[in-house]
């Protein structure tokens, strides 16, 4: 059914279209570039078929423009059609593909194909017009009317050898090497095809009876026709031939005439006869009995005209229109009853008539225009066409009244309103054309369109804010976007001129562009935030608003917005002293001699908040023991409250949560351990069962026995060391005791004998000492720490004063005593 459509649709087509002059193409050749610009017109050759998108040439660069030019003039392109096959980009200056093109819908059998549109830009108004050829691909194959249904053919079996029986032909919608080339029968005995040539290049095919018929033998044929058309690939398209014989008729019906010409006046009335055509059979009887009908319908010519099957008088069936066809070729068969059929074609000549009034389309219209345009200003470009041809397609255009403006005519069908005068709009600030164009036609037509200039004014006055500063209070942590509030400003100019736009000023809020803390609506004014204020961090932001119309030039003020952070209470307090170590235990110390009021320790926080959002004050949240310690609520000093007893334990733990005085209020907590004790050894029993972590104490386990084996290795190699050397020196005096060799004393070095005194080192040596928790028990005294109010204990401290002593005993020789400090 689609297949059927199409054929008709091809058939109008080429029907209606005037046939040009065939050349070939090559199949699916790729963009053939034809760049000819003559007087700002430039034309381009594209396949058909071409994507949506694909580039059809760079009109930018072919014209000679600059993309900045495209975009200022605002290019554009017009057509007068509905289709809009193209597109131009304007940011890159080319033409692209924007629907599809068939080349077959848009042409017919027209070649070449073309259609041409026009570009118009403005400020300086030009005009340029762009023709785009299709070239045609082998995208239809041949396509038989009725292909469903074979043809059926009754011939007598007396007819003589020779004799041709017309068949359908084929239609091809593509043109040149693609069109229909040649027609193939299926191999038989009897018949062979001949092929004919129209005027206008299209093929018709006959078949020629080449060996006699003998019915007995043979009463039936079933056989194919073929139609192949010449692009690549080669398509194909097929109908049956039904063949059936019938006897003794062997005259064929002949016209007077081999072609009938005819004139028909467009829109002439349907029914109206037009011609009548006349053929004659020899035969008699039945035989001789010959009825008309019309084959080979091309285009719309099937929806145009009839014929009546006895009288072979031709009518007018539907709207005859020049404008869309000019000429129609009908091809009339005249049958006899035996199947024997004489042809004869018809050509159909269309007279014009002045039925179609002037179009008038505005391309482009510039309004309101300012009052200081200089007189030869292009206010408007108009498209004028009449579909009529010669006398009645020619037009002519007014103005009626008396205004200053002229019309002047530009491109073929385009015409230019012109200013004649310098405007006034205090005088007039707006005018009504009414522009008409006729025709030459008898009577002519004309048509008419009417304009709306307004002028505008110049300007002159720039936005003035209400204020001469804004302020605005907005909390910190507020979320991204927030509205603050809007800044306003007035124009007294008129349209454009007081459109009022809002900018921010390249100001710099703490080494940040401003940008990064608020943003502006250029069009309300609103000013929002960019992000999350932090009042610890800006107190205020102080920029500047302008505030800038959308006249040329664009005239402005500046007015200076100050934006105060209020604080709110999103910072906890944050705990100083005592410090939380995550290694090491720190323990304030209370004698338990201390009497009551007696100050501990004192918990210092600071909160980075400010005003009461920053007051602190202190509760003892747990302790131990509550009737020992108190909490000073507004300084956090930690105070006994009773005299200490022998009865309180040594390891106090208090827990003191510091709050501050914001809504909702935030806090924070700190542990403090408070050892009630004289001396250090009491404490450090006490607090040796301390817990550590697991993990913590089995590193340390493995670092401890590595370096007692380390230690041992060492001094087993020092203690041998030193008695071969003991040794070797008790050898070495022997040997020389028993010999006469005189003694040479020896001095080891940095041995001096000074004014008498000997055994003294010229250097002095100092060793690090680390104490464990039972260095006060052994038999070196050590000084006192000087301060007792604080003991920290750190499980790392691994050393002893057994080793200080081997490291001193390695050292010492026997004979040489040494003074350390």
């Known amino acids: 059914m689609m297949a059927t459509e199409r054929y008709m649709s091809s058939i109008s087509l080429r029907l209606r279209l005037f046939c040009g002059l065939r050349r070939q193409i090559g199949l699916l050749m790729l963009l053939l570039y034809v760049f000819n610009m003559v007087g700002g017109q430039i034309r381009y050759s594209i396949p058909e078929e071409m994507k949506k998108g694909s580039v059809i040439g760079n009109v930018a660069q ?104 017309p068949l359908q032909s084929a ?27 129209n005027p206008d290049g299209s093929k018709y095919v006959e078949m020629v009876l080449q060996k006699p018929l003998d019915r007995e ?124 059929t004489g042809t004869s074609k ?56 008396k205004l200053p403006f002229r019309i002047e005519s530009s491109l073929t069908n385009y015409y ?98 401003v940008s990064t803390y608020v943003s502006l609506n250029s069009d309300s004014g609103v000013l929002s935030a960019v992000r999350s204020f932090d009042y610890e961090q800006i107190k205020q932001l102080q920029f500047v608003v302008k505030a800038q119309d959308g006249g040329s030039p664009p005239l402005s003020s500046n007015v200076t917005v100050k934006i105060i952070i209020q604080d709110q209470n999103d910072n906890p307090p944050q705990v100083l002293y005592p410090v939380q170590t995550g290694g090491s235990v720190v323990a304030e110390m209370v004698p338990r001699s201390a009497d009551v009021g007696y100050l501990v320790t004192k918990v210092v926080a600071v909160d980075v908040d400010s005003g009461q959002n920053a007051w602190l004050s202190y509760k003892l949240q747990k302790a131990t023991d509550r009737a020992l310690f108190e909490v000073g609520s507004q300084n956090g000093e930690i105070r006994t409250i009773r005299q200490v007893s022998d009865k309180d334990a040594v390891k106090q733990r208090l827990s003191v949560i510091v709050e501050d005085n914001g809504q909702p209020s935030r806090s924070a907590t700190v542990i403090v351990n408070v050892a009630v004790a004289d001396s250090f050894p009491e404490v450090l029993s006490e607090f040796s069962d301390f817990p550590h972590d697991k993990e913590y104490n089995d590193n340390l386990t493995f670092y ?64 690090e000492v680390c104490r464990t928790t039972d260095s006060r028990k052994s038999d070196c005294k050590f000084g006192r720490a000087g301060s007792q109010n604080v003991l920290i204990m750190d499980p790392s401290c691994s050393g002893t004063m057994q080793r200080m002593q081997i490291e001193k005993n390695i050292l010492d020789e026997p004979d040489s005593p040494l003074e350390v400090s």
């Open 217 to 340: 033998r043979h009463p039936h044929f079933s056989l194919k026709l073929i139609a192949v058309d010449g692009g690549t690939p080669q398509r194909s398209g097929t109908v049956n031939i039904d063949v059936i014989v019938l006897d003794v008729n062997d005259n064929v019906p002949v016209f007077n005439q081999s072609a009938y010409q005819a004139s028909v006046v467009e829109n002439t009335l349907k029914g109206t006869s037009i011609i009548t055509v006349n053929a004659t059979d020899a035969d008699s009887g039945s035989n001789g009995v010959v009825t008309y009908s019309l084959s080979n319908l091309k285009g719309s010519a099937a929806d145009v005209f009839s014929i009546d099957e006895k009288t072979g008088a031709i009518y007018v069936s539907g709207q005859i229109d020049y404008d869309k066809n000019k000429k129609y070729e009908v091809r009339v068969e005249a049958k006899d009853q035996g199947g024997l």
């Open 171 to 197: 239609e091809d919608l593509d043109v040149g090497q693609n069109a229909l080339q040649d027609y193939i029968l299926s191999p038989n005995d009897n018949f062979i095809l001949k092929q004919h040539a």
């Open 346 to 401: 018809v050509i159909f000549e269309v007279i014009d008539v002045n039925d179609n009034a002037p179009v008038i389309n505005v391309m482009s219209f510039s309004s309101p225009i300012s009052e200081d345009a200089p007189p030869g200003t292009t206010i408007a470009i108009l498209n004028v066409k009449d579909a009529d041809s010669e006398r009645n397609g020619e037009i002519k255009c007014s103005i009626e009244g």
């Open 416 to 513: 230019n309103l012109i200013s004649d005068q310098h405007f006034d709009r205090e005088s007039v600030s707006e005018y009504n054309i009414t522009i008409t164009a006729t025709d030459f036609g008898s009577p002519p037509l004309s048509s008419s369109t009417k304009l709306h200039l307004k002028i505008s004014d110049v300007n002159d006055n720039p936005p003035l804010f209400d204020k001469n500063s804004f302020s605005a209070y907005v909390a910190e942590n507020n979320s991204p976007g927030f509205s603050i509030f809007a800044v306003s400003a007035r124009d007294s100019d008129w349209n454009q001129n007081a459109r009022i736009s809002y900018l921010l000023e390249d100001t710099q809020v703490s080494g940040s562009p």
């Open 704 to 767: 401890l026995v590595l370096a007692l084996a380390v230690v041992s290795f060492l001094f087993i190699t020092c203690l041998v060391v030193i008695i071969s050397v003991k040794i070797y020196r008790w050898r070495q005096s022997r040997i020389l005791y028993h010999s006469n060799l005189p003694v040479i004393p020896y001095y080891p070095p940095r041995y001096s004998d000074t004014l008498g005194t000997t055994g003294t080192l010229q250097h002095v040596y100092n060793y």
């Open 62 to 165: 072919d014209l000679g423009l600059d993309l900045k030019r495209l975009r200022s003039g605002r290019a554009r392109i017009v057509t007068g059609e509905n289709v809009h096959y193209t597109e131009l980009k304007t940011d890159k200056g080319i033409l692209v593909v924007n629907e599809r093109i068939d080349r077959e819908q848009l042409c017919g059998d027209v070649t070449p194909c073309s259609f041409s549109f026009e570009m118009i830009l403005e400020n300086p108004m030009e005009l340029h017009r762009i023709t785009v050829e299709v070239l045609d691909i082998n995208d239809h194959a041949p396509v038989f009317p009725n292909n469903d249904k074979p043809i059926s053919l009754e011939i007598s079996e007396s007819a003589v050898v020779g004799v041709q029986f």
